[in-house]
């Protein structure tokens, strides 16, 4: 069984940064992961997810200000942002690519505000 716990969310100024972590347990490849997330009145998105050449992929409103990680050894995906604009608030969530499980941890609640 398959469980997923987000955190490191929080309120933060424009301009600010913060790093997001997933501890993942159960039968799923930490390769296979990547993070989501959804802002208020808005579809679920993609964030950042794994290419099959092993290189991460980002959408343009992200590009150059998000990184995902991996620490293979505690199992923990991580999602480091920086440069944080309003319009990333949203919650964030990690889960499988390109088809995420019917499962879906709690999230993690980001806010950008000044």
């Known amino acids: 069984q398959v469980q997923l716990v987000e955190s490191g969310g929080g309120l933060v100024q424009p301009g600010g940064s913060l790093r997001l972590s997933c501890a993942v347990s159960?039968?799923?490849?930490?390769?296979?992961m990547g993070w989501y997330r959804q802002a208020p009145g808005k579809q679920r998105e993609l964030v950042a997810f794994?290419?099959?050449?092993?290189?991460?992929n980002y959408p343009d409103s992200v590009k150059g200000r998000f990184t995902m990680s991996r620490d293979i050894v505690k199992d923990t995906l991580y999602l480091q942002m920086n440069g944080l604009k309003p319009e990333d608030t949203a919650v964030y969530y990690c889960?499988?690519?390109?088809?995420?499980?019917?499962?879906w941890g709690q999230g993690t609640q980001v806010t950008v505000s000044s």
């Open positions: 889960n499988r690519i390109p088809i995420p499980l019917d499962y």
């Open positions: 159960g039968s799923i490849s930490i390769y296979d």
């Open positions: 794994p290419s099959r050449s092993g290189r991460t």
